[in-house]
């Protein structure tokens, strides 16, 4: 029997080690898994990179990650929105790293490697500072710059309704890069607000597929 | 001269909201351009999309329709219209880059002649780079309305020959709107359609940082009592 609930938030973060890349999904407060953060930040890896639409907000979640000294690197698109000090901080003090790309090739990045595609032309960044050091063609009379794919060891994500084999539905808006990232991190956890039996989320309905989830966990478990 | 009729933001978001058509999708960029939404004419049927999935976003909410899931580009809680969707960000951003999103409207730092839009990045030495959706936003909309002051707080152009600033995209902007003017971007120029009543095209030649051309007339942009466009 596939069964991918798992008992405890340490359980289903288990085998991140120190220097893993992560994607943690989310935008604004909505969709941020930040029970999941939490744990990560007392079982302690370090060295991480963190992938996410930006470098935190706030004091929870990825800013407690870098206030905790635990993160190398951080790919965003925008690590500057309100109350983002802790990142501002760190970052000048030259302690993380900071990869800015643009919000829709973040995306797609994250796609291409989910769907095995590789490198591809966007027309975002053509003529930009984005472009610097990429190759660039023009087809038709448009700009388009070369893009990689962006793939990661985890994705941490916050869904609405998981079942055991790890299909996944969203509410409203907290949807944004969590599909995303389940598709593009080699094993993908999601923290959900309700589990329901398989079958229970109609087929047509389910947002994200089992296959590209590896662990469940009911959000308000034991860490 | 007295100084000429300068107009506040809403004032600048009535303008633009006037040139929405009926049946048009329209994405609001973060600051001044989320003022629009006030202004959409009620007998005309618009989709607003909003980069973080939304298709058909209503109001602000507020009190109990407040939902934490529920939040627009700037992070503020919203209401949806009926008929709206929400999808996740790579159709989202679709929606942008493909073509399909009618309009655009962005703030912006500079302008040039040639449609360049610099929006995203002063160029202060400690700045720290956040792009966001700006750069997918410039590219992709079938046209690009940028909503900004005439002259930045130095008094000087932000309507330039270049960019100096980094650019956000390339020969994108269709139409600039100011506390002072109207100018459409044709042919690699500025083209002035309207002005200020006051304003007279000298002043505004010496205030715009780049030759202001004239296809036909110009329209006069007044106030009635109240404050609102005539």
Redesign the interface.
């Given at each position: 029997m596939i069964n991918k609930i798992k008992s405890s938030h340490d359980e289903a973060l288990s085998g991140i080690s120190d220097g893993a890349s992560i994607m943690i999904g989310g935008?604004?407060?909505?969709?941020i898994p930040f029970e999941l953060i939490d744990t990560l930040l007392a079982m302690g890896p370090t060295g991480l990179t963190l992938i996410s639409n930006n470098a935190s907000a706030g004091e929870r979640g990825i800013a407690a990650l870098i206030a905790a000294g635990r993160v190398r690197k951080v790919i965003c698109?925008?690590?500057?929105?309100?109350r983002s000090d802790i990142f501002?901080q760190a970052?000048?003090a030259g302690q993380v790293e900071?990869e800015?790309?643009?919000?829709?090739?973040l995306?797609?990045r994250?796609?291409a490697a989910g769907a095995g595609l590789g490198p591809f032309y966007?027309?975002?960044?053509?003529?930009?500072?984005?472009a610097k050091d990429k190759q660039t063609c023009v087809i038709d009379g448009k700009?388009y710059v070369l893009e990689q794919p962006l793939a990661a060891d985890f994705a941490l994500v916050r869904a609405h309704q998981g079942d055991r084999l790890g299909n996944l539905t969203y509410?409203?808006?907290?949807?944004?890069?969590?599909?995303?990232m389940c598709m593009a991190a080699r094993r993908a956890i999601a923290q959900v607000d309700q589990i329901v039996q398989a079958g229970d989320i109609p087929p047509e309905q389910v947002?994200t597929q089992a296959i590209f989830v590896q662990s469940v966990v009911l959000a308000g478990t034991p860490a | 001269m007295t100084e000429p009729l300068s107009l506040n933001r809403q004032q600048i978001a009535q303008l633009v909201a006037r040139d929405i058509p009926d049946g048009a999708t329209v994405n609001l960029g973060i600051g001044m351009p989320t003022l629009v939404s006030d202004y959409l004419p009620t007998d005309r049927e618009i989709l607003l999309h909003?980069?973080?999935?939304?298709l058909g976003m209503g109001a602000a909410a507020i009190g109990d329709a407040i939902?934490?899931?529920?939040?627009n580009a700037s992070?503020v809680p919203v209401m949806l219209i009926p008929g709206a969707s929400?999808?996740?960000?790579?159709v989202s951003?679709a929606m942008?880059?493909g073509g399909h999103l009618d309009y655009s409207i962005l703030g912006g730092f500079q302008v040039a002649a040639n449609g360049?839009l610099a929006n995203w990045?002063t160029d202060a030495p400690?700045a720290?780079?956040?792009?966001?959706?700006?750069?997918?936003l410039a590219?992709?909309a079938r046209n690009v309305l940028i909503m900004m002051e005439h002259t930045n707080k130095a008094g000087e152009p932000k309507l330039l020959e270049a960019c100096t600033y980094?650019?956000?995209?390339?020969?994108v902007v269709n139409t600039v709107y100011t506390n002072w003017a109207i100018v459409d971007i044709k042919d690699r120029r500025f083209v002035l359609r309207s002005m200020v009543a006051g304003m007279d095209i000298d002043t505004l030649q010496r205030r715009t940082g780049a030759k202001l051309w004239i296809d036909g007339g110009v329209q006069t942009i007044f106030l009635d009592a109240a404050g609102g466009l005539s």
């Amino acid at each position: 029997m596939i069964n991918k609930i798992k008992s405890s938030h340490d359980e289903a973060l288990s085998g991140i080690s120190d220097g893993a890349s992560i994607m943690i999904g989310g935008f604004g407060d909505a969709g941020i898994p930040f029970e999941l953060i939490d744990t990560l930040l007392a079982m302690g890896p370090t060295g991480l990179t963190l992938i996410s639409n930006n470098a935190s907000a706030g004091e929870r979640g990825i800013a407690a990650l870098i206030a905790a000294g635990r993160v190398r690197k951080v790919i965003c698109s925008h690590p500057r929105p309100p109350r983002s000090d802790i990142f501002a901080q760190a970052f000048r003090a030259g302690q993380v790293e900071l990869e800015c790309v643009p919000q829709g090739t973040l995306a797609e990045r994250m796609r291409a490697a989910g769907a095995g595609l590789g490198p591809f032309y966007t027309p975002t960044g053509y003529g930009t500072w984005v472009a610097k050091d990429k190759q660039t063609c023009v087809i038709d009379g448009k700009g388009y710059v070369l893009e990689q794919p962006l793939a990661a060891d985890f994705a941490l994500v916050r869904a609405h309704q998981g079942d055991r084999l790890g299909n996944l539905t969203y509410r409203l808006a907290a949807r944004n890069f969590n599909p995303v990232m389940c598709m593009a991190a080699r094993r993908a956890i999601a923290q959900v607000d309700q589990i329901v039996q398989a079958g229970d989320i109609p087929p047509e309905q389910v947002m994200t597929q089992a296959i590209f989830v590896q662990s469940v966990v009911l959000a308000g478990t034991p860490a | 001269m007295t100084e000429p009729l300068s107009l506040n933001r809403q004032q600048i978001a009535q303008l633009v909201a006037r040139d929405i058509p009926d049946g048009a999708t329209v994405n609001l960029g973060i600051g001044m351009p989320t003022l629009v939404s006030d202004y959409l004419p009620t007998d005309r049927e618009i989709l607003l999309h909003s980069e973080n999935g939304i298709l058909g976003m209503g109001a602000a909410a507020i009190g109990d329709a407040i939902d934490p899931d529920l939040i627009n580009a700037s992070r503020v809680p919203v209401m949806l219209i009926p008929g709206a969707s929400i999808t996740e960000h790579t159709v989202s951003f679709a929606m942008m880059r493909g073509g399909h999103l009618d309009y655009s409207i962005l703030g912006g730092f500079q302008v040039a002649a040639n449609g360049d839009l610099a929006n995203w990045m002063t160029d202060a030495p400690d700045a720290i780079p956040a792009i966001g959706g700006a750069m997918d936003l410039a590219v992709g909309a079938r046209n690009v309305l940028i909503m900004m002051e005439h002259t930045n707080k130095a008094g000087e152009p932000k309507l330039l020959e270049a960019c100096t600033y980094p650019l956000t995209a390339a020969g994108v902007v269709n139409t600039v709107y100011t506390n002072w003017a109207i100018v459409d971007i044709k042919d690699r120029r500025f083209v002035l359609r309207s002005m200020v009543a006051g304003m007279d095209i000298d002043t505004l030649q010496r205030r715009t940082g780049a030759k202001l051309w004239i296809d036909g007339g110009v329209q006069t942009i007044f106030l009635d009592a109240a404050g609102g466009l005539s």
